[in-house]
């Protein structure tokens, strides 16, 4: 069975930093791509960030604007989020999702596009 486990959610701070985990199995790691996503309250899910494992091929966002950044551990198939200079805008859900790299696509921003979705991690920022 395809399992994603997001992990790294806490209470932080305005201005500091954390990182959140995506642990993959089930699946061969470089033939999909993962990709972050957050829902905050009352608000549709959004995506932050996908890397195509095959050839690391990485797409933000366009408000991330530089605050967040995108890895993964291919020998660990783990995608991590690194996220900076938190707002208390940033308070949500987090999850990654994971995409087969196939005709119809290799990832992206849209929900749509993802079979697989991990149960999510929160992450709450105060002011």
């Known amino acids: 069975d395809v399992r994603l486990v997001e992990s790294g959610g806490c209470l932080a701070q305005a201005g500091g930093s954390l990182t959140l985990s995506c642990v993959v199995s089930g699946i061969t790691f470089n033939d999909y791509a993962v990709g972050w996503f957050r829902q905050a309250p009352g608000k549709e899910r959004e995506g932050i960030s996908c890397i195509v494992n095959e050839d690391a091929t990485i797409y933000y966002a366009d408000f991330v604007k530089g605050r967040f950044t995108i890895s993964s551990n291919n020998a660990e198939s783990t995608v991590y989020l690194h996220l900076n200079n938190l707002k208390p805008e940033d308070t949500a859900v987090y999850y990654c999702?994971?995409?087969?790299?196939?005709?119809w696509g290799r990832g992206g921003l849209f929900a749509y596009e993802y079979d697989y979705w991990g149960q999510g991690t929160q992450v709450t920022v105060s002011s």
């Open positions: 999702a994971a995409d087969p790299i196939d005709s």
